[in-house]
């Protein structure tokens, strides 16, 4: 898209004066004119993520920018980020939504090659591959609010994964429990923060759930040595 003020002026008939040449001088001055963002640089930076803001931000010369314009900025491109994830995540959650449709029967689609396909497609290794399907499945199927605040820019990757993490084990109702508690507050919080008030909203929507995967996890403590 193109960036605000990137289209040609309107004429203005008659001579005019730009910096120290004199009106109806035959000199040119060549030095470039300055650009609509650099002069009103601010105009924009809260807008809420989308090609809008996009447009803002590409157009932006950091060193037209204060202090403060130069924090907006970056937290502008910060919601973009959040923003292009969620929009990834709803494409991958349509590519496990696929593969699971087409896995009782064939298809023009092979589910058990999923992973590997999205693998290939984005040069990640199949762990990752298989870890962001999960996570978009999570996202887009259980866990919506939790994307609707990513594609938001109200809470970034780091923290929806923070969400998923914490909620995986739990049945539907009680991660949407949990959801409900810790996502309000979650873009005013750093992810640690998050992840503290995380286990308490687990804890105390699933206390005897706690203790049972607690006992469980310890069971399955071992050693592994790889030559």
Known sequence: PRPPGASPANSIAGPVAVGPAAVGSDEVDSRPAARPEARQPAAGLGAGPGLGLAAVLAGLDPAALDDGQLLGAVAGWDRMA??????????????????????????????????????????????????????AAQLLGRM????????????????????????????????????????????GQTLGQLKVSLARAVLAADPHGVKDRREKAIRQRRVEIYP
Do not use: H
Request: net charge positive.
């Open 82 to 135: 959040s923003w292009t994830a969620a929009g990834q995540l709803a494409m991958l959650a349509g590519v496990a939504w696929r593969a699971e449709r087409d896995a009782a029967g064939p298809g023009p689609y092979e589910a058990q090659f999923a992973v590997d396909e999205v693998a290939a497609g984005l040069r990640w290794s199949r762990n990752a591959a298989s870890y962001r399907l999960e996570l």
């Open 144 to 187: 919506p609010e939790t994307w609707g605040a990513l594609a938001g820019g109200t809470v970034d990757l780091s923290k929806a994964r923070a969400i998923v993490a914490a909620t995986m084990p739990l049945s539907d109702a009680v991660a949407r429990r949990v959801q409900a508690r810790v996502l309000p507050r979650a873009s």
